[in-house]
């Protein structure tokens, strides 16, 4: 299966802040120059490409427009994955084009992969992600429930795009998962190279953002190498 980047198609989310709640599906081809209603679904439209519903975890205190690119805005940190993807096991890649529009300089954003128990409690999720953020850092970490065991911990990186004047710039993240090693790549560099034993690998990719942080989503994509 050829790996592809789809424009950002996504939810029903909740306008007002407040508990994590069940997650919620809109279901459809958004249209590329529609924003979500709170509570309400996008009608279909002209859009570049088909694409699938996306779920999120937590629904409340999250908002998302669509557009190139689409916009999440984050009360508490959430998971957004693609309604009804296939788990993947390696090989594969993951990829996503993100800049963060507002928010504190050490709030992180970036890909999940590996992941599984998505849409429930926090202490039945398993997955694991790749964040960077406003310093020019990344983080590569796991969750296990309650746990989150880090893997490497917050480094440095000259690749990495850090913010300016308070505002982020564009980082390509990519995360290429294989039996033996995951490599992990920010705007076309290698940033690291993990054993893939060290990781959760076989589930569900996605992205993380953060709380109370503003990102635009550009294209995030998933599939075979």
């Known amino acids: 299966m050829q790996h592809k980047a789809l424009p950002l198609a996504l939810l029903v989310l909740a306008a007002a802040c407040g508990d994590r709640g069940e997650p919620r599906v809109a279901t459809g081809t958004p249209a590329v120059d529609s924003a979500l209603r709170p509570g309400g679904a996008v009608t279909p439209a002209d859009v570049a490409a088909p694409v ?6 937590p629904t409340q205190g999250v908002s998302l427009t669509l557009g190139t690119p689409s916009v999440v ?5 959430t998971l957004l994955w693609q ?3 296939a788990e993947l096991a390696p090989p594969y890649t993951v990829r996503a084009e993100l800049r963060k529009r507002a928010g504190r300089l050490h ?3 970036g890909i999940v992969f590996g992941g599984s128990g998505l849409e429930g409690a926090e202490t039945g999720q398993a997955y694991s992600y790749f964040l ?3 310093d020019g850092s990344y983080l590569i970490k796991r969750r296990e429930g309650a746990a989150t065991p880090v893997v490497r911990d917050w480094t ?3 690749r990495i795009a850090r913010d300016v004047n308070g505002e982020g710039r564009p980082n390509a993240l990519e995360v290429r998962v294989g039996a033996d090693t995951t490599v992990f790549a920010v705007n076309g560099a290698e940033v ?3 054993p893939s034993a060290e990781l959760s690998v076989r589930g569900r990719a996605g992205l993380r953002i953060a709380h109370d942080v503003v990102v635009e989503v550009g294209t995030f994509g998933a599939g075979a190498p």
């Open 156 to 158: 440095r990186h000259p």
């Open 132 to 134: 960077v953020r406003g």
């Open 107 to 109: 709030e992180g954003y």
């Open 73 to 77: 805005e984050t009360g508490p940190h």
């Open 192 to 194: 690291a190279r993990v």
């Open 52 to 57: 699938s519903s996306w779920q999120s975890n």
């Open 83 to 85: 309604e009804g993807a």
